[in-house]
């Protein structure tokens, strides 16, 4: 479970989050929409650690993430969070396998046991035949699964997903919307995902509106 608990966030005299409180229980999918500049990317990058409060908290699988320090935070989020954003960030120079092994190796697990992994996951979203493709070699659709597939890897139990489908035409965006809710179902994985688009929002368990820093 997650929660977070008036959560405010200011850049200079901007007040970005006005004292957000979110619940996420295990296994939910939510959705968070709102006009540009409302705090939905903000909050998504404190709850996935990327970003800290100036104020609230942030609690996930029981754990208060400000009382962990820089090391143990990378550790956490590594392990327990998966990221999918509007941009793939994949490495050009690594293959579609390489990419998604890298959050792996950070974490220190056996090569071996991080490689099947990949390649299982890889055959799962249906990139069996990708695996020795670098990125420029795929279509934006098959980019945006292989990093799916590495914001899988270390089997967190959290994936905060920003715009996801931001970059794709409407056939391979509604094929990822499709896979989100395949994931939830068949690896009860939580899932938050910031979009502006309406038809992913509305497929999810919960649709929350920002606005002005605040849910509404």
Do not use: W
Request: hydrophobic share 40%.
């Amino acid at each position: 479970m997650i929660k977070a608990i008036q959560i405010q966030k200011s850049y200079g005299p901007l007040q970005v989050l006005k004292g957000v409180d979110l619940q996420v229980e295990k296994g939910e999918l939510v959705s968070i929409v709102g006009a540009s500049g409302a705090g939905k990317s903000t909050l998504l990058h404190i709850i996935g650690t990327l970003d800290k409060p100036d104020a609230g908290e942030v609690i996930m699988n029981d754990i208060r993430l400000s009382g962990l320090n820089e090391k143990e935070l990378a550790h956490f989020r590594n392990k327990h969070i998966g990221f999918v954003f509007q941009f793939h960030h994949l490495l050009p120079e690594f293959t579609a396998l390489e990419n998604v092994c890298i959050p792996g190796f950070i974490a220190k697990t056996k090569e071996s046991v991080v490689n099947n992994r990949a390649k299982e996951l890889l055959d799962f979203l249906g990139l069996k035949d990708r695996l020795e493709h670098k990125p420029g070699q795929l279509s934006g659709g098959e980019q945006q699964r292989v990093a799916v597939a590495r914001a899988l890897i270390n089997s967190p139990g959290v994936i905060l997903a920003d715009e996801p489908s931001g970059n794709l035409d409407t056939h391979n965006a509604k094929e990822l919307h499709n896979l989100f809710f395949r994931l939830r179902t068949e690896m009860q994985q939580t899932f938050i995902i910031v979009t502006h688009n309406e038809d992913l929002a509305n497929m999810a368990d919960r649709k929350i509106v920002m606005q002005d820093g605040k849910m509404v």
